[in-house]
């Protein structure tokens, strides 16, 4: 927690605050000048910042430019800001225990007044990075984040620290149930997915009932730490093509197949995903195995990968309007709707059709 309120708008940023945001990593440091471009609005707000130094201290090097993620709309501080506290205390309390290849964290804080910043490295520059996106990546690339994530997911299997991040999963569960909301399920069926969404859930009680019966089911299986959040949007790309994770706004304690299917099932073509995901998930389970987990049998993680199709399909197919590019909505929509049908998640969870 931050003694000082933090900067609410990105014209708030000062060259001093710079300065003391970096002094703990890099003692000595003074920030002269900055300029900012790449404003993005999401769940959180986000923007490069190039920064001028009269002192680069004297010890460590200092960035030359830092990707700032924050509450920078009265609508983010308010709505997201759980999710924002526990990107912070990712960083500042987990990330060192996470062995997964992900940014560098230069500053973390929350302040009293609902406002959660991380000073993120600026992969693009110190890494060459590119980002993924739904529906775009290979299956090479998949399988080697799939690596990533069993080496987390055994780290933290059954910890005794994630009695620490109780209720964690709220809040994707209380936006869940929002977007599925009469007046709001009328629209998505208007979409360019609707007719197929329309035609797996032809009611959307079918969907509601599907998700209260996949966290049931979720909420008895072996814990360990989930990413909350791993669609192909999420991963990025280092220019020699080691894979990394970005984005912890909604990691809870959980069992490890909702990273899994929401992995293979966002990031695929559709084509690639049906042809692969079984040997994807047997990969998975097999380095999971290697670090040590005890894991299911590839029939009982066949089913329960089905199941996460009631997760899959309100994260992709059922965001507001305005949470993001109409081609990516509709890319996304495509995705989880697809395999819904395809993965007959009614079926895998029990829940007649009426």
């Not at 009469?182 to 629209?187: A, S």
């Amino acid at each position: 927690m931050s003694d000082d309120a933090l900067p609410r708008a990105f014209d708030d940023f000062t060259a001093d605050w710079f300065t003391k945001a970096l002094s703990a990593r890099f003692p000595g440091v003074k920030v002269v000048g900055f300029s900012r471009t790449g404003e993005r609005i999401g769940t959180s707000a986000s923007c490069k910042f190039s920064l001028d130094y009269a002192d680069t201290g004297a010890v460590g090097n200092p960035p030359a430019s830092v990707y700032i993620k924050g509450g920078f709309t009265e609508k983010q501080r308010n709505r997201y800001w759980v999710v924002l506290q526990q990107e912070v205390r990712f960083f500042n309390a987990m990330a060192q225990d996470v062995p997964m290849n992900i940014p560098d964290c230069y500053f973390a804080a929350c302040d009293a007044d609902k406002q959660g910043l991380t000073m993120l490295e600026d992969i693009v520059q110190t890494r060459g990075a590119r980002f993924g996106n739904w529906g775009a990546l290979t299956v090479d690339e998949v399988a080697a984040l799939l690596e990533q994530f069993a080496s987390m997911h055994a780290r933290w299997s059954e910890d005794p620290r994630l009695g620490d991040l109780a209720g964690f999963e709220k809040p994707q569960r209380e936006f869940f149930q929002y977007v599925l909301r009469d007046k709001h399920w009328e629209e998505l069926k208007t979409r360019q997915f609707g007719q197929r969404l329309e035609q797996t859930f032809p009611d959307v009680q079918l969907l509601r009932d599907a998700l209260q019966r996949m966290w049931e089911l979720n909420d008895a299986a072996p814990r360990t730490l989930c990413h909350g959040d791993a669609h192909g949007g999420n991963m990025f790309f280092e220019r020699d093509g080691k894979p990394g994770v970005l984005d912890f706004q909604l990691y809870f304690a959980g069992t490890y197949m909702h990273d899994v299917s929401w992995l293979i099932v966002s990031a695929l073509p559709i084509k690639d995903r049906r042809n692969e995901e079984q040997r994807l998930l047997r990969h998975y389970l097999d380095a999971a195995r290697a670090a040590g987990m005890e894991v299911y049998s590839f029939e009982q993680a066949w089913l329960v990968y089905r199941q996460q199709m009631a997760h899959a399909v309100p994260s992709g197919a059922c965001n507001p309007i305005e949470s993001g590019p109409i081609e990516m909505i509709n890319a996304a929509g495509e995705l989880v709707t697809t395999a819904a049908e395809d993965l007959d998640v009614l079926g895998a969870l029990g829940i007649p059709r009426r």
